[in-house]
């Protein structure tokens, strides 16, 4: 494996590389070096090497749909023009490929940043919790709409993603509190609106999420707060479809607590489900849509392509 493919494994592994759609691109990247620099002499031993690395790429992350999708999306390319292609040219084509996918990607994000913007009122106050490059993306962008609003970021533990939110949303001028976790309660009280983002959408329309999205989506209905999210279509789980859950990334428990005494356990899950019953809509690259509605679109607008 090439070694700039290896670093960037290891900076998704390490969260260095964070969040669904960053997760996704630089991966797509990765293949593309390793592409790049292939030493394969026949369209199947080159075929073989996307496979081998493609695999290596989305077990990185567990519990990453966008990531799976995209990646298959390319080598399924390969797949179906392995017998039909000289390798130079199997090559190019998916070099270009990769180019059109980030253009897409892109894209997509812009249109979402812009739906997303509309729904923030001014003077609003809006909840966020972790760190979504969406959601900020769609800050930033009711900011540059003259909007004035302030934000609430959970902090997100244990790996205190919020604060990457928090950071990022004061160096563009946008008020923000930190706020710890358990807070939460008392801050929905005066909430607009929450907006996050997302990792995963099942068929039924149900989120997933950094660990504790759903006890902010519970809290926000006690208090009739809008819940959104923000998802590419990109995201919608194909195994979902068939019964199949996502599997639910258990981290390191010292992240937690480093030394825990002895005989306690500790359970470090790294995302958590909602229901779509909670979430008001998803906002998406073609609108804001219904949760219900999120499957049906994207395998309208993707094609249904279970891999796994
Ligand atoms: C990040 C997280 C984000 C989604 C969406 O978790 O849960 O809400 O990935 O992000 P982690 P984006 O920090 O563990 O990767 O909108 O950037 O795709």
């Known amino acids: 494996m090439h070694s700039q493919v290896e670093k960037i494994i290891k900076d998704i592994k390490s969260l260095k590389i964070q969040g669904a759609r960053n997760i996704a691109k630089a991966a797509v990247s990765a293949l ?9 002499r026949s369209p199947e031993e080159f075929y073989s090497e996307m496979l081998e690395v493609g695999e290596a790429l989305q077990s990185a992350r567990p519990t990453e749909p966008m990531l799976r999708n995209s990646i298959q999306e390319l080598t399924e390319f390969v797949s179906s023009n392995v017998k039909s292609m000289k390798l130079k040219d199997l090559k190019a084509e998916l070099l270009a490929k990769e180019q059109e996918y980030q253009k897409k990607v892109d894209k997509n994000g812009k249109a979402l940043m812009e739906y997303g913007a509309k729904l923030i009122p ?12 969406t959601v900020t993306g769609m800050m930033k962008r009711a900011a540059e709409f003259g909007k004035d609003f302030e934000v609430i970021s959970c902090e997100t533990r244990p790996r205190f993603q919020g604060r990457v939110t928090a950071k990022e949303l004061a160096d563009h001028g946008i008020k923000v509190t930190q706020i710890v976790d358990g807070s939460v309660n008392v801050f929905m009280k005066k909430a ?40 590419e279509l990109y995201k919608y789980s194909p195994m979902s ?27 470090n899950l790294a995302f958590d489900v909602t229901s779509a019953r909670y979430v008001s809509g998803y906002i998406t690259e073609v609108g804001v849509i219904p949760s219900q509605s999120f499957f049906s679109l994207a395998t309208e607008k993707l094609g249904v392509k279970v891999y796994e």
């Open 241 to 267: 479809l068939f019964g199949n859950l996502e599997k639910i990334e258990e981290r390191d428990p010292k992240e937690v607590w480093d030394k825990p005494p002895k005989g306690v356990r500790i359970s």
């Open 122 to 133: 001014d003077g609003a106050l809006v909840i966020t919790h972790c760190h979504s490059s």
């Open 32 to 40: 593309a070096i390793q592409a790049k620099n292939s030493k394969a």
């Open 192 to 231: 607009d609106l929450v907006l996050v983002g997302a990792d995963a959408i099942t068929a039924r329309g149900d989120l997933i999420n950094k660990i504790g999205t759903s006890m902010v989506a519970h809290i926000a209905r006690l208090h009739e707060v809008s819940f959104y999210s923000a998802a």
